[in-house]
Structure formats: C-alpha cells, structure tokens
C-alpha cells in the first residue's frame, strides 16, 4: 500500500469527503488534541487522545491509560470507545479523531482496530493527527483491511451459535 497523503492542519477538506463540517472536523480535532493532556503515561510517556463523533453529534473522547505491568495499559481508542459504548452508543459512529506529539501521524494499534470493528462502521474515517495538527484519514477498512467482525458471527439462536437449541 503506497503511503496515505499528510494534510496540513489549515486543510479540512477531506473533512467534507465524510460529510463531516468544517465544525466538526476542528471540534473532533481539538477534542483529540486536548485529550492527551488526560493520559496517565509515566512509563512509556507517549500521550494519545482519541475522540469518537457519535450519530447524534456527541464528541466522546478518551487517553491512554499506562499501568506498571505493561500488558494491562488501555489505549485512548479503547477507552472512549468503551465510554461511548456505556454511554449507550454502540453503532453509527460517523468519524475518529486521534492525536499524538509525534510527526508523521501514528495509527490506531492492531488491538484498537479490531476493538473498533465490533462498533464502528468500516467505512468511518478516522482522522490521525500529529504533534503540528497535520493529518492523515483512513477508512477503518483501509486500516483492518479483510477484517473478522460481529457481522460474520451467527446470531443468537442461530445454527452454530453458542447455545443454540438448548
């Protein structure tokens, strides 16, 4: 895959290519930039903010959560997505914004992606942010391409279901 093209932080028109505003898209912006300043990062000291924009316009966002044993240290997608969920917003998610202090853009790891497969919609932007505002979008597809979702699950009740028949 050749590399994604970095936006300068003054151009939000890919923005509107998502049928987001110029609002949103500085909203969804800023609110990622600002919740890195919420991460607890005392080992790694790499701060992410991530923000989940919501059908119904709500803008949820989220920080990495270190912990001294390293494995058990939440990211930024994980936790705002995990409060949007518990806030009750499971589907219809319409962008992501995450934010870090480094240059080129950092994506999403492989667990947040495949985290985000269970709500967000694969053809979702997410926007990437770096240390200057400058950006890169991605769908989730593009992100997790042949991903494995609830989609390709049987239902409840379903042949192959666990419990199914009982």
Known sequence: ?????????NDSSPASDFGLSPTEF??????????????YCPYSRFRVG??????SSDFIEGANVENASYPVGTCA??????????EGHTEGF?????????SPPA?????CRQFMREFVPLEC???MFDKDGNYVVLKLEQLLPM?????????PGEAGAQGAGL
């Open 94 to 102: 319409r962008a992501v914004g995450v934010s870090t202090d480094i």
């Open 147 to 155: 991903s494995f979702g609830p989609d390709q699950l049987p239902q």
């Open 1 to 9: 895959m050749a590399q994604p093209k970095i936006y300068p932080s």
């Open 107 to 111: 994506s999403p790891c492989g667990m």
């Open 125 to 127: 932007p997410i926007f």
């Open 26 to 39: 500085t909203t969804l912006r800023t609110s990622a930039t600002q919740a890195k300043a919420l991460a």
């Open 77 to 86: 997608e994980r936790v705002a997505l995990a409060k949007a969920v518990v």
């Open 50 to 55: 991530a923000t989940f924009l919501t059908s």
